[in-house]
């Protein structure tokens, strides 16, 4: 490797062998093993520091070897990561652990009763959402061999193991290694939905079904201990899912699909409760010949066994053993579920009600460690998931609903211009109609009958046996109040109601107009009784959707963060004066530019009031295997993110207003946003974007279901956010993360003179929103390396292009370096971030000649040799985006 000194021994602090860096040395070694083993011809020229790659026959073998040590240290990062946790935990109690329930009560639970805080965590609800943003590079096989890795390192952590049984260890690590190395990294095909589907239902399998019991364990722990044992624990997480109900610009996703994904999730969760069922009574053996059970306790008990499929046999198999009987009953209820049989159980809320009654049961007869260790955790997993897994959204874009109303309206005449004063007063009288005709379904195009054929699948599902395994209607590119209007009105011609509408539609407001817009698209919808009537029914509170993908690629990043604080602040303003209080969406990604930042700090700058216990994030693509792959990752994410949640709405002061902060974050902003614009509209740009990354060529790597464009138009505006950070990323501009920022900071400063680095200064040290965007920034420009940018550069054709675009490029790499260093005092960018600092460059020498390399193959593929470069150009992709940490 190019950073051999990760492969030697290193010390800690205090003198101790670095457990990482000892897993590096050990794992390094045996991928040696494998490439000597595999590609004998290639095993110097991993070690060549910065010599080029070589571009012939063995460039594919060079970047498979180079990218699973790329996924080696990932794991070795997150197994250190969970160690040290457990250490801390261990040495210094649960409440030093950052990011854990008991440290956010031990130091924000002073003064609170127990009444008050019940009551919070009574309302505490946190929603991660799978997405099916094409961002995950791994395939399926791979991230289970990663998964097999990981638990072996964890088995490797044990002392007790003789020197003959760790080599075993570290053997089978090698095999792993050995699979990676067989198994290839690249699809031949792209997925498709129902893969899509199995990946993210993979995650519940693998890790999110055992993890949640351990979260309301660790929940209950830490709330015993400041208020006692006083209430139940309620779940505070709960789980949605966008893979088979988000049809955006996606063909791929129809109704029957969407069923196809509702029917999978049903299937795999009550699979798990089988498992976990019959686990159960294997272990709960007791005899009523021996422990007295109470007359009203064997009741119960009796009426759970009276409602299985045969109690008679169930009495014969295990006589005088109640407790085996009745969960032996309620699997076959299970079953009966699960096949829809006779016998099957109504409601989720049956199930968690028998659950209840053998887990009460069991602790009448002081058998309550069984109960907690045995039946609690599953009514945990049935109160979390139901039956259902995920609560699977739906997403459309409203160009496709506004068309699908238009031709509707189409059929009895000449429809109204849409955004036209006749178009919205049709919308209005029309929804208020108590008996509405409905379209002549014969006369409507395909995707009109797929819309209303979705919309009637929602309704059905809201009346099955769990009516949350379906979501709300999420409407991207949301502008106006007639856009939500349609949807209602589209939902009444799918049979809803007319008194009220039984469907959440979810604004999505993604663009900076349609961010400040949003308080005023609320204003005007809740002046539409039905729409009113609607939204009040869901408890007092109104799911809005926030983008930060989009906002950022039609603002900039300091612009579309900014903008996301006083949509939040003004939503939450425009609702409370109906009495209605918010729940935000946030639609983050992975990546800086995506609305990636560490999870705590991301949501502890959120404006105060605005999280009051319930939140929704998405979680993309790598993000979703790097956060759930493994149980105990999980489990710490998931409490970070609950424990995050509960900090910001444990906060009961309101932070004193400072106009002078907020008048300086609009001002940069602007500034910010029109630096970034002024790029972005220059003539020569597209030409500059294309040829010098590889945007174009992305596709080949088959890393999604849906296009990379919405609705396969060629522009700038058409192209999906997830693709423009890729390929910024790629070829290490990184300008998304950072560009505008020392425009900003530079402009400031010379308006302000000494009066605005005092206002700056104070607002790094102070404003947890400007230092959350500096040290974003700042993050940024770690990754991104001029001199790398400038090869890519080099592929554009004009020279006035290259330079005109590059160099603006450059200039301002170079003010936004020199304002980091101004607002930090460091001279060394990433110095403050010594963890992600050393992370990087145990990467940077192998990822700076994949890049190199990469430029090489794209000028090659793009003269016409296209065949012979495919292969490589697609693994040099997946290197860097494993390099980096995420493909945008």
């Not at 990981?150 to 089978?172: C, S």
């Not at 209007?485 to 039984?502: M, N, P, Q, T």
């Not at 010379?750 to 206002?759: K, S």
Request: aromatic share 8%.
């Amino acid at each position: 490797m190019g950073a051999a000194p990760d492969l030697q021994r290193a010390e800690d602090g205090r003198g101790e062998p670095d457990y990482a860096a000892e897993l590096r040395r050990e794992l390094g070694a045996l991928w040696r093993n494998v490439i000597r083993r595999r590609a004998p011809q290639i095993a110097d020229l991993i070690d060549t520091g910065e010599a080029p790659l070589p571009m012939g026959e063995d460039s594919i073998p060079c970047l498979q070897a180079i990218n699973i040590w790329f996924q080696l240290l990932k794991i070795i990062d997150e197994n250190a990561a969970m160690r040290d946790r457990r250490q801390t935990e261990a040495r210094d109690g649960a409440a030093a652990v950052e990011g854990s329930f008991a440290k956010v009560l031990a130091e924000n639970a002073a003064g609170l009763n127990a009444a008050s805080f019940t009551a919070l965590a009574d309302r505490l609800s946190v929603g991660p959402t799978l997405t099916a943003h094409p961002t995950e590079a791994k395939r399926v096989t791979v991230l289970e061999i990663h998964r097999r890795i990981y638990r072996l390192l964890v088995a490797l952590e044990t002392q007790r193991w003789t020197p003959r049984e760790r080599e075993d260890l570290l053997l089978d690590i090698e095999g792993e290694i050995d699979l990676l190395w067989m198994t290839g990294e690249l699809r031949r095909e792209r997925p498709s939905l129902k893969d899509e589907i199995e990946w993210g239902l993979q995650f519940f399998r693998d890790s999110v079904f055992d993890a949640v019991p351990q979260l309301f364990e660790r929940f209950a722990t830490a709330k015993e201990s400041h208020f006692g044992k006083a209430g139940e624990v309620k779940p505070c997480i709960r789980f949605h899912s966008w893979i088979g109900g988000d049809r955006d610009g996606n063909p791929n996703v129809t109704t029957d699909m969407t069923r196809l994904a509702v029917g999978q999730a049903r299937k795999a969760v009550l699979e798990r409760y089988l498992a976990g069922l019959g686990a159960a009574s294997a272990r709960i053996s007791i005899s009523s010949l021996i422990v007295k059970i109470p007359p009203a306790t064997e009741a119960r008990i009796r009426a759970v066994i009276a409602r299985g499929a045969s109690p008679e046999a169930s009495e014969k198999r295990n006589p005088g053993e109640v407790f085996r009987q009745a969960l032996t009953a309620m699997a076959d209820r299970i079953r009966a579920t699960l096949s829809t049989a006779p016998g099957a159980y109504r409601a989720a809320t049956d199930f968690v009600a028998d659950l209840a009654t053998v887990e009460a049961a069991l602790i009448e007869i002081g058998a309550a460690r069984a109960a907690e260790r045995h039946v609690r955790p599953i009514r945990w997993q049935a109160e979390a998931f139901g039956f259902r897994t995920m609560t699977l959204d739906i997403r459309q874009n409203s160009t496709v609903t506004t068309a699908v109303l238009a031709e509707i309206w189409g059929l009895s005449g000449p429809a109204p211009d849409y955004g036209s004063a006749d178009w919205s007063a049709r919308l209005r009288r029309e929804i208020a109609l108590p008996d509405l005709a409905w379209p002549d379904r014969a006369r409507l195009s395909a995707n009109a009958n797929e819309l209303l054929n979705l919309l009637g699948l929602m309704r059905e599902i809201r009346h099955g046996d769990d009516p949350d395994a379906v979501g709300p209607f999420i409407l991207s590119m949301t502008r106006s109040s007639d856009d939500i209007l349609g949807v209602y009105l589209l939902a009444r011609y799918a049979g809803f109601g007319a008194e009220k509408i039984d469907l959440a539609v979810v604004p999505l407001f993604e663009t900076i107009d349609d961010l400040r817009a949003a308080p005023a698209v609320f204003d005007d919808l809740l002046s539409v009784p039905v729409a009113r009537r609607s939204i009040r029914s869901n408890a007092g509170t109104v799911e809005v959707m926030l983008g930060y993908s989009d906002s950022n690629k039609d603002g900039g990043f300091v612009c579309s963060t900014w903008e996301l604080e006083k949509a939040q602040r003004r939503i939450s303003q425009t609702l409370a004066r109906h009495d209605l209080q918010p729940v935000f969406f946030h639609g983050r990604g992975g990546s800086v530019s995506r609305g990636g930042a560490p999870t705590e700090r991301a949501i502890a700058a959120q404006p105060f009031g605005t999280i009051n216990g319930r939140l929704r994030l998405t979680e993309q693509g790598e993000v979703v295997s790097s956060k759930y792959a493994n149980r105990g990752t999980a489990l710490n994410q998931l409490e970070l993110l609950a424990a995050s949640v509960l900090s910001h709405s444990l906060a009961t002061v309101k932070p004193v207003p400072n106009p002078e902060h907020d008048d300086a974050l609009e001002a940069l902003a602007g500034m910010s946003q029109a630096a970034y614009s002024n790029l972005l509209h220059r003539p020569e740009f597209m030409q500059y974007f294309l040829q010098a990354s590889p945007v174009e060529e992305l596709a080949m790597l088959r890393i999604g279901s849906r296009p990379a464009r919405r609705f396969g138009a060629g522009g700038l505006s058409d192209l999906r956010a997830i693709p423009w950070v890729f390929a910024w990323s790629q070829n290490r501009h990184l300008l998304t993360g950072w560009y505008g920022f020392g425009s900003a900071i530079a402009s400031f400063r010379q308006v302000r003179g000494a009066e605005g680095d005092r206002l700056l200064a104070e607002m790094f040290t102070r404003h947890k929103l400007f230092r959350l965007i500096v040290d974003e920034v700042e993050k940024s420009l770690l990754l991104t390396d001029m001199e790398v940018a400038a090869r890519y550069a080099s592929l554009v054709e004009k020279d006035a292009v290259r330079d005109a675009i590059f160099g603006a490029v450059g200039a301002e790499y170079d003010r936004s370096i020199a304002a980091i260093r101004f607002l930090t005092g460091s001279k060394e960018v990433g110095a403050r971030f010594p963890m992600m600092l050393g992370r990087f460059e145990r990467v940077r020498p192998q990822l700076d000649r994949i890049n190199r390399m990469q430029v090489a193959l794209l000028g090659e593929a793009r003269s016409g040799h296209a065949a012979r470069t495919t292969v490589p150009l697609m693994q040099s992709m997946n290197c860097i985006a494993a390099g980096l940490g995420w493909t945008g």
